[in-house]
């Protein structure tokens, strides 16, 4: 029978261990060398879309600021854990671990950090918020309609008047004519928007929830019969972008698809006289009804009783 040396072993294991832990670190720095920098973004942002407006840029700081807060208090725990799993092991059958009833320094740590923990989430949450749902006098303001089951985008045609938007439940408007897209089952609808200009979004509904957002913006919002909700946002790149409703609405949901290109003003303006051109303007915006143009419940001069 051979003697082995006793520290042979752990030595072995421990040149074991570390040629291990070579190969998985050299495998970690060739797949992250071999992604594009459109995946390394995306492990940059957490899975989040890259933001695509100034107001994005905030709910992107929060997102990840949230995740780097959950990553290292996850690994605070967990080394306190593996901390004591070690350090207060059974190390024989005959042994009992010492049998601590309560710790009240700790229990007090344990209480006053998370509320610490979620007071400093709420701050910078309502932070990121006042941002987000900034409510200044914007550039432009578009007039949206989510009916069953497409869009309706009415851009204001000549001068804006932001004064008459100050109450968006009225039937007073900030445009004297409108320029409108009309989406269909069968047609998906495309909304232009000014780069590097703020504009606002009044979301109307004739028939029942849905929800407009774009996630390349960052930003949703419930679109609500009855009540006229609205949020804005500045566009910072030219481009194009995606939306979709995210509010279950009906058997045709998955419809309520559009199209987004942000332009320069120069295009923006072409477009919307090319609406006017193709005729399709209207004095007032279309918020409801057949084709969008009639709300029940809502009366106008075109439309005194309709909906009772």
Known sequence: MSLQHPWGAPRRRGRTARAGLAVVTSAIVMLLTGCSAESRGEWERLAMPEPGTVEGTSTLALWQGAWIAALVTGAIVWGLIGFAVVRYRRRSDDEIPVQTRYNLPLE??????PVMMVVVFFVNTVRVQNIVLDDSTPDNIVEVTGQQWSWTFNHGVGAIDTAADDDNTDMEFPFDQYA?????ASY??????PVDE???????????IHDFGVPGFLIKMDVIPGRV????????EEGEYLGKCY???GVYHSRMLFKV????????????????????ASDLPLIGGDDARTQAGLDT???EGEGE
């Open 108 to 113: 007090i740590f344990y209480t006053i950090a």
């Open 180 to 184: 409108y897209e009309v989406g269909t």
């Open 188 to 193: 998906i609808p495309t909304l232009w928007l």
């Open 198 to 208: 703020t504009t606002r979004f009044n979301l109307h509904s004739p028939d029942v």
């Open 229 to 236: 909700n609205a949020y804005q946002v500045t566009p910072t």
């Open 247 to 249: 509010e279950l609405c």
């Open 261 to 280: 290109k942000v332009v320069s003003r120069e295009e923006y303006d072409d477009y919307v006289a090319g609406l006017v051109e193709a005729g399709n």
């Open 301 to 303: 001069d075109e439309t």
